[in-house]
């Protein structure tokens, strides 16, 4: 089945403790991104990778970092996560060339205290 | 600055009726315009694209339109069912980012 997957699925943690949220997809997908969604801003694209070893900001990148050493993985680090980091997180990826949209996991909710 | 808009208001149908939804943008040039589905607490689930150079795209019970010119887009879903009830996001491609607008719950009423 073609999918995005991200774990955990959940996650409390306290304010500087490092955290990896992981994102795998199947579909051999160049394009993938990472967002978050806040009540009353919706979802904004924290950063995004066109291909292997290729990334870029998106709108709101401060306090996060990604890689992307294989093409099928982006996690997304938080080295030392602060509350107002606190939200709903969505990796997606899609094919570069346009045409189609994107694949959303289901999301990881992230509390920082 | 560049901003997409879609009414933050509830949009309430009656089952059967087409339902009408709206996303307006400034300072883009997109190359294309997405519309996804989203169910509370899940991500969002992609619809349509819509290029450019095109002026309405249908699938099923929907249609979305895209006019430059007014940097408008309409997403109609026709014959709509209490099921079709979630909120709807628009999103625009302008060079290598995805920029999402806020979104509008939709309710269809038995």
């Known amino acids: 089945e073609a999918q995005v997957t991200q774990n955990p699925r959940y996650l409390i943690t306290v304010t500087g403790k490092k955290l990896t949220v992981t994102c795998s997809q199947n579909m051999n997908h160049e394009y993938m991104s990472w967002y978050r969604q806040d009540p009353g801003l919706g979802l904004r694209q924290i950063y995004y990778?066109?291909?292997?070893?290729?990334?870029d900001k998106g709108d709101v990148p401060e306090g996060y970092k990604v890689s992307r050493k294989e093409k099928r993985n982006f996690p997304l680090i938080l080295e030392s996560p602060s509350p107002n980091q606190t939200s709903l997180y969505f990796c997606?990826?899609?094919?570069?060339?346009?045409?189609?949209?994107?694949?959303f996991g289901s999301g990881t909710r992230l509390t920082v205290v | 600055s560049q901003k997409i808009e879609q009414n933050s208001e509830a949009l309430n149908i009656q089952e059967g009726k087409t339902a009408t939804l709206t996303c307006n943008y400034t300072?883009?040039?997109?190359?294309?315009l997405q519309w996804y589905r989203q169910d509370p607490g899940r991500g969002p689930v992609f619809l349509l694209l819509?290029?450019?150079?095109?002026k309405e795209k249908r699938k099923e019970r929907l249609k979305v339109t895209f006019d430059t010119t007014l940097k408008q887009s309409l997403f109609h879903i026709t014959a709509s069912q209490p099921a079709d009830s979630a909120t709807y996001l628009c999103?625009?491609?302008?060079?290598?980012?995805?920029?999402f607008g806020g979104g509008t719950r939709l309710m269809v009423k038995p």
């Open positions: 819509i290029r450019e150079n095109e």
């Open positions: 300072n883009y040039s997109p190359a294309y």
């Open positions: 990778s066109m291909n292997v070893e290729v990334t």
């Open positions: 997606a990826s899609s094919p570069w060339t346009g045409g189609a949209g994107n694949t």
């Open positions: 999103a625009l491609r302008a060079g290598n980012m995805l920029t």
